[in-house]
């Protein structure tokens, strides 16, 4: 279960005061939390990309060389998507007669060739990009919603997307949908990988009527409170199906809570309309005491809410504080499907079967790298946090009103121009310091000492990487959502302009 741009601290469980969480905090109560779980970017596509391939977006290609530590994702205009080099884990699990599924956003890439039933899916109800728009259809079209390879219609047509009062159906299709898969493999007798990723928490943020007005959060908390309410469901069919004990669940979000504020919510940036739409605060998740959020490397876009739930074989009520990543998730995966992961490539993820599982282990102090497009940001190893580069948002940015820490402004650390701190870099401790504002002193034994431990590790990831081809740097209005397949049947084709590829704009 993959939220999109839920914060760490959106959960009743991890201090949330509204405590509008009711299944998440039971979901929690009776499996096992994760207070330091990781995503491998702050935005959206390259995590998603990290998650099914067990890789860094550096190394499968979910990044731009467009700019320097720039924030890429899959826009309509994006020409390329995921790499045909790349093994995701429907593919792989298919040989153990895994029949898979994604529900909700994909986000790596909507050209036919990247689309989920090309890469190892065999069902997909939802849509290839974030939820914007309305738009014109004359100038870029809305997004198309998919039943499998074909198109039912598009976001703000046939699919309702009230931006005024917030209201759509969709988390709700998206729980049948759900629903549906898990009883027809049940049925079935059919082992079964369900990938449902919901996007209801992702501006402009919506819920179904039931749920509208119901928060003290306002709008988010409204749609916080639906996704909650259907994965309490899930799990209450999996109970109902008898199937609890065989299967494992694990809830988590995309990247930290979105805190932009802004002039619009509907702000572009050369026809490119970013994946953080800068939009009121009155909306927006919590990421908690962690300093900032969504598109910074700092610990509030990076750090995320984390449940593992498996009754008979997760024991109840168990807080583990292993550093854990996203990218665990593939390696993991497949060790509970009884498959090895692919051992052509370099594979950033670890099995987490001996924690979930409470047997001997040695992780050990595995790091957390924090990259920011083709940037090693910062690395955590252990409480240490070493900042290598600095960097919010540009200054010009900033002085348009889109800030990615308002109210949380650190001197020295959030800095609106890309610092390096190579030589020296920026340590926090987080178990003392979790928001990252009290540097601690580079004279001091304690960072002489934090350093030399940290710095080979970096030194041998830097040295050892072989970066992915990027796939990120090119645009074209060309291959936007104009005519995707099944448009003829509905009447739904609008006309392809002309091809005039250009180089991608990321201002972040």
Same mark, same amino acid.
Not at 27 to 34: H, N, R, S
Not at 35 to 53: D, E, G, K, Q, V
């Given at each position: 279960?993959?939220?999109?741009?839920?914060?760490?601290?959106?959960?009743?469980?991890?201090?949330?005061?509204?405590?509008?969480?009711?299944?998440?905090?039971?979901?929690?109560?009776?499996?096992?939390?994760?207070?330091?779980?990781?995503?491998?970017?702050?935005?959206?596509?390259?995590?998603?990309?990290?998650?099914?391939?067990?890789?860094?977006?550096?190394?499968?290609?979910?990044?731009?060389?467009?700019?320097?530590?720039?924030?890429?994702?899959?826009?309509?205009?994006?020409?390329?998507?995921?790499?045909?080099?790349?093994?995701?884990?429907?593919?792989?699990?298919?040989?153990?007669?895994?029949?898979?599924?994604?529900?909700?956003?994909?986000?790596?890439?909507?050209?036919?060739?990247?689309?989920?039933?090309?890469?190892?899916?065999?069902?997909?109800?939802?849509?290839?990009?974030?939820?914007?728009?309305?738009?014109?259809?004359?100038?870029?079209?809305?997004?198309?919603?998919?039943?499998?390879?074909?198109?039912?219609?598009?976001?703000?047509?046939?699919?309702?997307?009230?931006?005024?009062?917030?209201?759509?159906?969709?988390?709700?299709?998206?729980?049948?949908?759900?629903?549906?898969?898990?009883?027809?493999?049940?049925?079935?007798?059919?082992?079964?990988?369900?990938?449902?990723?919901?996007?209801?928490?992702?501006?402009?943020?919506?819920?179904?009527?039931?749920?509208?007005?119901?928060?003290?959060?306002?709008?988010?908390?409204?749609?916080?409170?639906?996704?909650?309410?259907?994965?309490?469901?899930?799990?209450?069919?999996?109970?109902?199906?008898?199937?609890?004990?065989?299967?494992?669940?694990?809830?988590?979000?995309?990247?930290?809570?979105?805190?932009?504020?802004?002039?619009?919510?509907?702000?572009?940036?050369?026809?490119?309309?970013?994946? /953080?739409? =800068?939009? $009121? #605060?009155?909306?927006?998740?919590?990421?908690?005491? &962690?300093?900032? %959020?969504? @598109?910074?490397?700092?610990?509030?876009?990076?750090?995320?809410?984390?449940?593992?739930?498996?009754?008979?074989?997760?024991?109840?009520?168990?807080?583990?504080?292993?550093?854990?990543?996203?990218?665990?998730?593939?390696?993991?995966?497949?060790?509970?499907?009884?498959?090895?992961?692919?051992?052509?490539?370099?594979?950033?993820?670890?099995?987490?079967?001996?924690?979930?599982?409470?047997?001997?282990?040695?992780?050990?102090?595995?790091?957390?790298?924090?990259?920011?497009?083709?940037?090693?940001?910062?690395?955590?190893?252990?409480?240490?946090?070493?900042?290598?580069? /600095?960097? =919010?948002? $540009? #200054?010009?940015?900033?002085?348009?009103?889109?800030? &990615?820490?308002? %109210?949380? @402004?650190?001197?020295?650390?959030?800095?609106?121009?890309?610092?390096?701190?190579?030589?020296?870099?920026?340590?926090?401790?987080?178990?003392?310091?979790?928001?990252?504002?009290?540097?601690?002193?580079?004279?001091?034994?304690?960072?002489?000492?934090?350093?030399?431990?940290?710095?080979?590790?970096?030194?041998?990831?830097?040295?050892?990487?072989?970066?992915?081809?990027?796939?990120?740097?090119?645009?074209?209005?060309?291959?936007?959502?104009?005519?995707?397949?099944?448009?003829?049947?509905?009447?739904?084709?609008?006309?392809?302009?002309?091809?005039?590829?250009?180089?991608?704009?990321?201002?972040?």
């Amino acid at each position: 279960m993959l939220m999109d741009d839920m914060g760490w601290g959106d959960l009743g469980v991890l201090g949330q005061p509204s405590k509008e969480t009711p299944n998440l905090d039971a979901m929690a109560a009776q499996g096992m939390l994760f207070p330091n779980f990781y995503t491998a970017n702050p935005l959206c596509s390259p995590s998603r990309a990290a998650l099914l391939t067990g890789r860094l977006p550096v190394r499968n290609g979910f990044y731009t060389t467009n700019g320097h530590a720039r924030n890429a994702y899959t826009p309509q205009e994006i020409v390329g998507g995921i790499s045909k080099d790349e093994m995701l884990l429907p593919q792989i699990m298919k040989k153990k007669g895994y029949v898979s599924k994604i529900v909700g956003k994909w986000h790596l890439g909507h050209r036919p060739q990247y689309l989920p039933l090309k890469n190892g899916f065999d069902e997909w109800f939802g849509a290839p990009d974030c939820h914007f728009g309305p738009y014109n259809s004359s100038i870029r079209p809305n997004i198309p919603v998919y039943n499998n390879s074909e198109m039912l219609g598009r976001y703000y047509e046939e699919f309702k997307i009230d931006r005024k009062t917030g209201e759509s159906n969709l988390t709700r299709m998206y729980l049948l949908e759900g629903v549906d898969f898990i009883r027809r493999q049940t049925e079935a007798q059919r082992p079964f990988f369900l990938y449902w990723a919901p996007d209801a928490t992702h501006a402009p943020v919506y819920a179904s009527k039931p749920f509208l007005g119901k928060s003290q959060r306002g709008r988010y908390g409204d749609a916080v409170m639906e996704l909650d309410y259907s994965v309490g469901h899930i799990l209450l069919w999996l109970k109902r199906l008898g199937i609890e004990n065989d299967t494992f669940v694990f809830f988590t979000s995309d990247n930290g809570a979105a805190l932009m504020s802004g002039p619009n919510e509907g702000k572009h940036y050369k026809l490119i309309p970013t994946c /953080t739409q =800068s939009f $009121s #605060l009155r909306v927006t998740g919590s990421n908690g005491p &962690f300093l900032c %959020g969504k @598109e910074t490397t700092f610990e509030g876009g990076m750090r995320e809410p984390a449940i593992a739930w498996w009754p008979g074989h997760i024991k109840a009520g168990t807080v583990n504080f292993q550093l854990a990543s996203v990218m665990d998730l593939f390696p993991t995966s497949l060790a509970l499907a009884g498959l090895s992961p692919p051992d052509d490539r370099a594979l950033d993820g670890l099995d987490l079967t001996p924690v979930l599982l409470n047997h001997p282990h040695k992780q050990g102090n595995r790091p957390i790298f924090y990259y920011r497009g083709n940037e090693l940001m910062a690395v955590r190893i252990g409480q240490y946090k070493a900042h290598y580069w /600095t960097w =919010s948002n $540009s #200054l010009e940015e900033f002085n348009k009103g889109i800030n &990615f820490c308002p %109210g949380e @402004e650190v001197p020295g650390v959030t800095t609106h121009d890309q610092k390096e701190h190579t030589l020296q870099p920026i340590l926090f401790h987080l178990g003392r310091d979790p928001g990252e504002k009290f540097p601690i002193s580079v004279s001091s034994h304690e960072y002489q000492k934090v350093l030399s431990s940290i710095s080979p590790v970096v030194e041998q990831h830097k040295s050892t990487l072989v970066p992915g081809v990027p796939q990120l740097n090119m645009c074209d209005m060309a291959v936007m959502n104009w005519a995707p397949t099944g448009c003829e049947k509905l009447g739904k084709c609008l006309n392809v302009p002309k091809s005039q590829p250009w180089k991608c704009d990321w201002p972040h």
